[in-house]
């Protein structure tokens, strides 16, 4: 239970708050980033921060982790406001998979609209609970807490940082949540772990690794802005801190975008699961295109899955704003996104805008999500145009992890020219309780009938299963799911909704990788113009001794990106370009001491 000073906190805040009372019914339609006019609102009426919040250190145990958004969630959260019927359909979407908890600070007028026939009928509250509560604005996912497991998948704690925003109410939220699911809360509140970063700046694949841009590391180097100083740390003590409270071991931290106010990566990645990254793209340099394909590379060539494998990257287009004075980012359009959908169990709710880029986003979750329930809901029409405040769908959500979570993470099989000896399926399956069983089920047909296969522990692990799939013809596509039972009786699937979701894969030939012309082919590095990670790519048909240098206008070499060996085939290098001064610069490839390759780039 929550310690006793929770409540004691949870009063003072509320006297702190009843003076800025004003503020609160005022704000509810500001758009993530601060404007002029709240500026001006906050300094005209002021505001009380709460300087304290939950339980101000680390959790108390060895083995934490932060789960991922993709298992199992008993609650979703909302905050009503500002757009009714958009959250009305979240609400619909989500109250047949868990708990809706709706935060109202006047609970009849979130009810009535509920209930009433606007924006596609009533709904049955059965699975609603409406907490009244004040709060400043819409945007609970980066206000809101994240879900941590004490002990791996045991002891559900809250975990919460400072806000970075001054909205005091929005800041008070997760304690309002704690409060009502009985869940103790940690804070990053207080020197030494103290901490600023928000929701949306957050992923996480529930086995220690973390993605975020740098947005968290510049805003807690110890600066300031007009309305509060920023933490003081560097960047070790940073992960340190994100180690603490979140058991994270590999905080992946990437440059922020030119033409993303909020700099939140929910606006242009998702994690679909514990090896697939989804990710926005846009037409050849355009708008933040240059830089997200750089950090896509940066990441591709630095760090891997948990299985030590190479990220999936799928790429899903992003449109423009549509109608006149519309486009992409960079000619003032909205930052319109599909990355920025949530995943409630065996439904993910997707922002949509209009037909012509929907249908392509809507296959492309489909396909990489067979068997969920993918739920369009318009983020740009009927006047519900919530993206044009640069949020949607995940922005305004939050989750709650389940109790207990039952886990089940698997490596999906690839594609192989195999079709005589049994396919190995390899499994990580986790209960506080242990596990009593694990099954494979596999077909040759998406509908089944489903063959199934026992699933043994590995010598000397309880976590680790395994079980053969038997060979296949060539030309067999096989469909598997896994299935687990918990000593407690609690019965999992993996994926979540499987039998109707499933992995698959292709037994025959494989077309193999055409080779390049030969020779050196040295493709432009980008983004270009630079100005944070930058990468620069190089094709080789044999390998070589050289040197990639960066020079400057003048001449000189002001950085060496690698001296040795270059192997044959496909490499990538990279540079940070924020340190060296704005201008134009030339990156020189030197062969052998012979042989000079030369590209022009800008540094802006």
Known sequence: ?????????????????????????????????????????????????????????????????????????????????????????????????????VFADDPSEAESYLTGN?????????????V??????????????????????DDRVLVDWIYNRPRPEDDAIPDVLAETMGIDLYSTTAEPTDLMNTGGNWMSDGFGTAFASELVLDENDGGSTWWTDFPNHSEAEIDGIISDFHGTETFIKMPTLPFDGIHHIDMHMKLLD????????????????????????????????RWGTPFDVVRIPSPPEQGGGGGYPDENGWYLTYTNSVFVNNTLLL?????????????????????????????????????????AIHCITHTVGVE???????????????????????????????????????????????????????????SDWTADIPAQAEGTTVYYYIEAEASSGKVGTRPMPAPAGWWSFDVGAITSVAENNGGVHFPAAFPNPASAITCVPLEMDTSSEGTLSLYN???????????????????KYFFHAQPHAAGAYVILLELNGKGIWSQRIMIQ
């Open 1 to 101: 239970m929550m310690k006793s000073t929770h409540l004691e906190r949870l009063l003072l805040a509320a006297c702190l708050l009843i003076n800025i009372n004003a503020f609160s019914q005022s704000a509810t339609g500001w758009p993530h980033a601060i404007t002029e006019a709240e500026r001006n609102h906050i300094e005209r009426v002021g505001f009380a921060p709460l300087e304290s919040r939950g339980i101000e250190t680390p959790p108390p145990y060895d083995n934490i982790r932060t789960a991922a958004e993709w298992e199992e969630v008993e609650a979703l959260t909302i905050s009503w406001t500002s757009f009714p019927c958009i959250q009305k359909q979240i609400v619909a979407g989500a109250q047949t998979e868990c708990l809706v908890i």
């Open 118 to 130: 606007s924006c596609g009928g009533p709904l049955n509250l059965e699975n609603v609970q409406i």
């Open 132 to 153: 009244e509560t004040e709060y400043n604005t819409i945007w609970i996912r980066d206000y809101g807490a994240n879900t941590v497991y004490g002990n791996w998948n």
């Open 274 to 305: 514990e090896s697939t990254l989804l990710v926005a793209e846009y037409p050849e340099g355009v708008a933040d295109g240059p830089q997200i394909d750089a950090n896509m590379e940066y990441v591709l060539s630095n760090f891997t899955t």
């Open 351 to 391: 922002p949509t805008y209009y037909t012509e880029y929907d249908t392509t986003a809507l296959r492309i979750y489909s396909e990489l999500l067979p068997g969920y329930n993918v739920v369009g809901i318009d983020c740009d029409n009927n006047g519900q145009a919530i993206i044009s405040q640069s949020g």
């Open 404 to 462: 207990d979570p039952l886990m089940i993470s698997h490596l999906p099989l690839p594609d192989t020219e195999n079709s005589d000896t049994p396919y190995t399926v390899e499994s990580y399956i986790s209960h506080r309780s242990g596990i009593e069983t694990a099954t494979v089920h596999w077909s040759a047909s998406p509908g089944g009938p489903w063959n199934f296969i026992s699933m043994n522990p590995l010598a000397g692990s309880t």
């Open 553 to 571: 206008a003048w001449g000189q070499r002001v950085d060496v990106l690698h001296q040795g060996q270059f192997p044959a085939g496909n490499s």
